[in-house]
């Protein structure tokens, strides 16, 4: 069988221009947090997809960043600007609008501001920086800081448009987890996307994507540019197989997409979800539909766990451990387990728990439990989705 992507003529190298046609708060008034549900059109597309794939979403960055930077070069924005492997220049404002990350600089850029400084005093500050015994320094000064920062703080180095977009990554796609079903949306892909904002160095910062997607993309009008990313994720081929999902936060996305997925294809394995955020009142994202999941059978079990709902905080892996003894029984039993979410530390602290959940209820020691979860992998049976 042909590869459904290469069917269509659209690529990463080729993004399809979607439309965005639904783009909601999940979150009630009151949460601490902005995750959006945002659904993407690709009718006519030709692209394909299954449950536990993703999206990779090319982003344009603020206008008004741009402009700031265009502003502090002495540009217009007209300027042409060679970009790496590009066939022909392009205007300065094209670059730095959709072709150019405007966050990331590194040691490089602080180089060559510490050889155009003309003031005394922004050289000297630099060329501090710059000192062997300054690393730890210049990388946390650098953490705090995108390269408008650098070109207001040291306005006396003077960089032309060229000599600028050299120092800059390329803006690269975003990839989201899928939160739908193409058995029940073919010609939809739906995201569960959490908005980023924030401060560092006395400035609103953006994630440039979430932000794209939340508030630069007119729904039904903005070409956003979108391809599919296969993944090896995804639920159980065997559809009597149980599936046992952890997932989160915006980890949740897959899960939806898995319970569509299952309840469209009449799968006979039971489904157990846990989910996890901030406070039930305001974080219970797609509450109504898990709820009318439980009530028609698709969804078997759901153990939910929000942190600040009470004085300790209680997250996803701590309703593992409460649950161990059904959770082995299900697993001994030969259910899939998946985890999606945040890898540095949710998916950490889940893997440790399940391997204590199999040490402590199947007998085994450490090393035997490491063993078991290893022939999971090695059978697809233990899965996961993290960024």
Not at 122 to 142: F, M, Q, R, Y
């Amino acid at each position: 069988m042909a590869d459904p992507v290469a069917t269509s003529g659209y690529s990463k190298d080729n993004p399809f221009p979607a439309r965005v046609t639904d783009n909601r708060v999940l979150n009630r008034p009151g949460s601490s947090k902005e995750t959006r549900h945002i659904v993407i059109n690709i009718a006519g597309s030709g692209l394909h997809y299954k449950a536990g794939d993703s999206i990779g979403v090319f982003p344009s960055n603020r206008l008004q960043e741009v402009s700031a930077i265009v502003t502090r070069l002495g540009a217009g924005g007209a300027e042409p600007v060679l970009l790496p492997k590009a066939a022909a220049p392009v205007a300065l404002s094209e670059a730095l609008t959709s072709k150019l990350a405007l966050a990331g600089p590194t040691r490089r850029i602080v180089e060559t501001l510490a050889a155009r400084a003309t003031s005394l005093s922004e050289k000297a500050k630099l060329v501090g920086l710059l000192l062997p015994e300054s690393k730890e320094l210049l990388g946390a000064w650098l953490d705090e800081r995108e390269f408008i920062d650098l070109l207001d703080e040291f306005p006396s180095a003077r960089l032309k448009p060229q000599e600028l977009v050299e120092h800059m990554r390329k803006l690269m796609p975003r990839l989201y987890s899928i939160a739908s079903s193409p058995r029940v949306h073919p010609s939809e892909i739906h995201l569960t996307v959490a908005v980023a904002r924030y401060v560092t160095n006395g400035r609103d910062r953006v994630g440039v994507c979430t932000t794209f997607l939340a508030d630069r993309v007119t729904v039904g009008v903005t070409p956003t540019p979108v391809f599919i990313s296969h993944s090896h994720f995804g639920p159980p081929e065997d559809a009597a197989r149980d599936a046992i999902m952890v997932g989160p936060g915006t980890g949740i996305a897959p899960f939806r997409a898995f319970l569509q997925d299952r309840e469209a294809t009449g799968a006979t394995g039971r489904n157990w979800l846990f989910f996890g955020d901030q406070k039930q009142a305001f974080d219970f994202l797609y509450q109504e539909e898990w709820d009318q999941w439980l009530a028609t059978g698709a969804l078997t079990r759901l153990d939910t766990a929000f942190s600040r709902d009470q004085l300790s905080k209680i997250y996803v892996q701590d309703r593992m451990r409460e649950k161990a003894a059904e959770l082995w029984a299900w697993i001994k039993a030969g259910a899939y387990f998946y985890v999606c979410g945040d890898a540095k530390r949710m998916a950490k602290d889940v893997d440790v728990a399940l391997h204590d959940v199999i040490a402590g209820q199947g007998g085994m020691a450490p090393a035997g439990a490491a063993d078991y979860v290893k022939l999971m992998k090695k059978e697809k049976r233990y899965q996961r989705d993290v960024y």
